[in-house]
């Protein structure tokens, strides 16, 4: 059996984010600028390898102080109440790729998801570390999490679309044995 791998989020070389539909006419894009994690694996192509993800909700950006500060009080993210979004799962076998599937909790809010996950590869560092890359897409629903916020023009225009486009550009390190 081969030893488990501890590999940590380079926070330094990664992007959290995520994208909705502004009056279902063009997307408003954001991230999130503070996150950390961790995956263990056994295997060289990351199957079967847990992860654990956290998201500091307040570090939200969307080059936009009035809007994030919208997005941090109570009608989103409240992120008084609820500073971290956590994320506890697998990455699995999925035809010639990965999914990422597990429990994403959003605002006190738990629910499974399933993402395709692009295993870029491993390499080796400048500094002789090893590193790996990934790229996950997916989407997720606002008010599968009570991210109920719903406001419409004059015309009938919904202001915020519901579905919310994740992207995920990380890069692991790995962790001294």
Not at 4 to 29: C, G, Y
Request: aromatic share 8%; with cysteine; glycine share 8%.
């Amino acid at each position: 059996m081969t030893p488990q791998t501890t590999w940590a989020i380079d926070p330094n070389h990664s992007e959290v984010q995520f994208k909705v539909r502004h009056l279902m006419i063009s997307n408003i894009a954001g991230t999130f600028k503070v996150f950390n994690g961790e995956v263990q694996t056994e295997h060289e192509d990351f199957s079967g390898a847990t992860v654990h993800f956290e998201v500091d909700a307040t570090s939200i950006d969307t080059n936009q102080t009035e809007r994030d500060t919208h997005l941090k009080s109570p009608l989103f993210l409240d992120t008084q109440k609820f500073p971290k979004i956590i994320f506890q799962g697998t990455l699995e076998k999925a035809g010639a790729g990965l999914a990422l599937n597990g429990q994403l909790t959003l605002c006190a809010v738990t629910k499974s998801i399933s993402m395709p996950v692009e295993y870029t590869g491993t390499a080796q560092g400048r500094f002789a570390d090893i590193r790996a890359g990934f790229e996950i897409n997916g989407t997720i629903n606002r008010k599968d999490y009570g991210l109920n916020f719903a406001l419409s023009t004059d015309a009938g225009t919904i202001v915020v679309g519901e579905e919310i486009k994740l992207h995920f550009d990380i890069q692991l390190i790995q962790k001294p044995a």
